[in-house]
Nanobody
Framework: QVQLVESGGGLVQAGGSLRLSCVAS???????????MGWFRQAPGKEREFVAT????????IYAESVKGRFTISRDNAKTTVYLQMASLKPDDTAVYYC???????????????????WGQGTQVTVST
């Protein structure tokens, strides 16, 4: 079992930056460095979509085209935390952002939501014009 708690969301003007954090806890968090992590988002009236994912070591990252070059995913395995640094934010980035973890042992990054078993409660990001 893994519990995930996101933080860092808020209201920001277009062009601004935010850093989201996701802390993992629970029994499986002890092996946090053995599995990939992902960030997804869901805007009002839209389906949840992939944002970014990172391998167990942090050595491999994959981004959605819509955020490539603006967002950076990273992780600190000692702190069982994954981050999403967001820059040059646009109103279209407004959404609830979720971090997700697959079952233990899935070390390579995954871009589909069905590859993830554990989800946080989400943190709201609102980008104003």
């Amino acid at each position: 079992q893994v519990q995930l708690v996101e933080s860092g969301g808020g209201l920001v003007q277009a062009g601004g930056s935010l850093r989201l954090s996701c802390v993992a806890s629970g029994r499986s968090a002890r092996t946090f460095d053995s599995y990939a992590m992902g960030w997804f988002r869901q805007a009002p009236g839209k389906e949840r979509e992939f944002v970014a994912t990172i391998s167990w070591s942090g050595g491999t990252t994959i981004y959605a085209e819509s955020v490539k070059g603006r967002f950076t995913i990273s992780r600190d395995n000692a702190k069982t935390t994954v981050y999403l640094q967001m820059a040059s934010l646009k109103p279209d980035d407004t959404a609830v952002y979720y971090c997700a973890a697959p079952i233990q042992g899935v070390a390579s990054p995954k871009i589909h939501s069905y590859d993830y078993t554990y989800w946080g409660q989400g943190t709201q990001v609102t980008v104003s014009t």
